[in-house]
């Protein structure tokens, strides 16, 4: 079975027509399972009020779906925030929007070419029906996006394998914490597997930690292969052109990278890298794009920038 997630942007209305009703919390999960495909399609439930939900639901996502049927501040954060991505972004065009305006709207960013379709859902059906995930070989590795204690099993975690392919009975370590959690069963949308594939969506009981010490964020991959920090080096920061804050050193922002939103300290930003500091332990691949949020901005996108994390930042 092959497995793919799609971030529904732009409409509350739209993911619950394309799959079944599942996990719901800040985000909300839908899932289409028949023959050898799975689609989890994740919604941002609770933006625009809340901005880590968008950062959220892109974290899990393999390629994104834009629905625009109304222009809309939202929908201008959420093309804000887009241009700063790298998922595939297909744009659904609604019958109140012209294609001279979403032209205008998209000009001079990267979805200017993303490819726009109709919005038609029994088409839409039909289109991501034939996407995949991108496969990414090397260790495995599963962000947990929610996780809950199940009686006589114990601790499950929920995520999707963004790479490598995960087996029962390994041991891996939860990440950012030094904590080591041996996988005792693994199931792919209620199924019992032995194995799951990059892009599958899992949940998993573990043994050797408790459910309460789970939390969306940390990651399940092999020790040793990713680092964890207090204080992070960050490449060279790409704004968002639509950014209208001022946050310079000493700005109080928030760190999103993978599925970790945590508040975060700009201790420095010099010649266009900056020096951040979280208020705990934040895990990364080196070389992983991270998002800077500015949740104090008045007007405008909440966005302020995405870096590469280099490393760990001396003192």
């Not at 689609?39 to 834009?66: H, I, N, W």
């Not at 034939?130 to 495995?140: D, E, K, M, S, Y």
């Not at 992070?232 to 804050?245: F, T």
Request: hydrophobic content about 45%.
């Amino acid at each position: 079975m092959s497995g793919i997630t799609v971030a529904v942007l732009g409409s509350a209305d739209v993911a619950k027509e394309l799959g079944k009703k599942g996990t719901a919390s800040d985000v909300t999960l839908f899932n289409l399972v028949h023959d050898d495909l799975a689609l989890t399609f994740v919604e941002p439930t609770q933006f625009p009020e809340k901005l880590p939900p968008l950062f959220t639901s892109l974290g899990m996502a393999d390629r994104c779906l834009l629905v625009l049927n109304e222009l809309s501040r939202p929908i201008a954060e959420t093309i804000a925030t887009l241009e700063l991505s790298e998922a595939p972004v297909t744009v659904a065009l609604g019958a109140a929007v012209g294609e001279s305006e979403v032209a205008k709207v998209l000009k001079g960013g990267r979805l200017a070419d993303a490819p726009r379709v109709p919005f038609d859902l029994p088409h839409l059906r039909e289109l991501v029906e034939t996407w995949t995930a991108a496969p990414r070989p090397g260790p495995v590795r599963v962000p947990i996006d929610h996780a809950f204690p199940v009686k006589g099993v114990g601790a499950v975690a929920l995520g999707v394998v963004r790479q490598g392919t995960l087996h029962a009975h390994e041991k891996l370590r939860l990440f950012p914490t030094p904590k080591t959690a041996e996988i005792r069963s693994v199931q792919v949308h209620d199924v019992d597997r032995k194995e799951a594939e990059t892009g599958e969506r899992v949940g998993v009981a573990l043994k050797g930690v408790e459910a309460d010490e789970l939390s969306r964020g940390q990651t399940l991959a092999p020790d040793g292969t990713l680092s964890v920090g207090t204080a992070l080096a960050l490449g060279d920061v790409r704004r968002c052109r639509y950014y209208r804050g001022d946050a310079g050193p000493g700005a109080q922002l928030h760190l999103s990278v993978g599925l970790q939103v945590v508040p975060a300290t700009l201790d420095s930003i010099e010649g266009g890298k900056a020096r951040l500091t979280p208020d705990r332990p934040v895990s990364f691949a080196p070389g992983e794009i991270a998002f800077l949020l500015d949740l104090s901005v008045p007007a405008g996108p909440r966005v302020f920038g995405r870096a590469a994390v280099e490393g760990t930042a001396s003192a």
